[in-house]
């Protein structure tokens, strides 16, 4: 019984310390009513890391690896970086792709009358150690531009998107952080598709 309740307790703090908010705080997301085509572009503009800024946080890390081997600390950050194009955006766009492809509006990079410009604010990169383990989780602002006038036409924020690995295999954490982009993706065409009622 107390192994259970020790499950039950762990259990809660996965799954209970985040609560995933996604909200329009500006602007109107009818343009998708007319558009099939939609461009996505990706921004990390001061981008936190836990409690750090993502600069503090990648000078800390560097220093702490370079410490235990010269020149590990420099392939730390380029990996950290390259984590962006190799892990996050594929998979944020592979789900927000899909679901609002559901709807016949792709992602495309030509021929977009729309913009949607996905900044990551914050990255919270969890931890699994066996025993115990904290999803990460992301938080997006996306800008919606009107590419012929530069305008921005609408707003819409996801906070704390967080992803479970229900196999407890997620120790690296670029799959974390990725996960938590795929939902985040997922989670946010659907309600565009909700808001803009497609």
Do not use: H
């Not at 809660?12 to 996505?40: E, M, N, W």
């Not at 492809?101 to 900044?119: I, L, P, Q, R």
């Not at 924020?157 to 795929?182: H, K, L, M, P």
């Amino acid at each position: 019984m107390k192994k259970l309740l020790i499950s039950l307790f762990l259990m809660f703090l996965c799954f209970g310390a985040y609560s995933q908010s996604i909200k329009r705080t500006s602007g109107s997301l009818a343009f998708l009513k007319t558009t099939k085509v939609i461009g996505v572009t990706f921004t990390y503009n001061n981008l936190s890391v836990g409690k750090l800024t993502e600069e503090e946080y990648i000078n800390k890390k560097m220093s702490e690896y370079n410490k235990q081997r010269e020149g590990w600390g420099d392939e730390w950050k380029l990996a950290w970086i390259g984590d962006r194009k190799d892990k996050y955006e594929p998979k944020f766009l592979e789900l927000f792709s899909k679901y609002i492809g559901e709807k016949g509006v792709t992602v495309g990079t030509s021929d977009c009358a729309y913009e949607m410009v996905v900044n990551t604010d914050f990255i919270e990169l969890g931890f699994n150690v066996g025993v115990a383990r904290k999803n990460a989780s992301v938080s997006i602002t996306c800008k919606f531009i009107n590419k012929a006038d530069g305008s921005e036409v609408g707003v819409v924020t996801v906070e704390n998107s967080a992803a479970n690995n229900f196999w407890g295999g997620d120790f690296d954490i670029g799959y974390r952080v990725q996960e938590s982009f795929a939902k985040a993706g997922r989670e946010l065409a659907e309600f565009m598709i909700k808001d803009a009622k497609l």
